[in-house]
């Protein structure tokens, strides 16, 4: 069974930075793209930064120069370093992956969210 695994968020004041980490987990055979999504209260979810097994990555404009996604996989491990927070960032954030299990399925995988909350 596969589990995403996020950790590091928390509450920190505008201007401030927070580095969160996705671990994955299970019988994992290989892992293609991951990335990262939040859902602010009200809203609909949306995607933050993604990265390719090559390193290739993607930002929603919000966040471009701010947000720096990473991954170790090695470790199947998602990163997502966050600086100059602001108010708006506050929402839930989760992480999501690309899978391959040993069944040899490949589905999307999906974390249970850490808190990111910004104060002004």
């Known amino acids: 069974q596969v589990q995403l695994v996020e950790s590091g968020g928390g509450l920190v004041q505008a201007g401030g930075s927070l580095r969160l980490s996705c671990a994955a987990s299970g019988r994992i055979r290989s892992v293609n793209h991951m990335g990262w999504y939040r859902q602010a209260p009200g809203k609909q979810r949306e995607l933050v930064a993604s990265v390719t097994n090559a390193n290739t990555t993607t930002y929603t404009d919000s966040v471009k120069g701010r947000f720096t996604i990473s991954r170790d996989n090695a470790k199947n491990t998602v990163y997502l370093q966050m600086n100059k927070l602001q108010p708006e960032d506050t929402a839930v954030y989760y992480c999501?992956?690309?899978?391959?299990?040993?069944?040899?399925?490949?589905?999307?995988?999906w974390g249970q969210g850490t808190q990111v909350t910004v104060s002004s």
């Open positions: 999501s992956a690309r899978v391959l299990p040993y069944e040899l399925i490949w589905r999307d995988y």
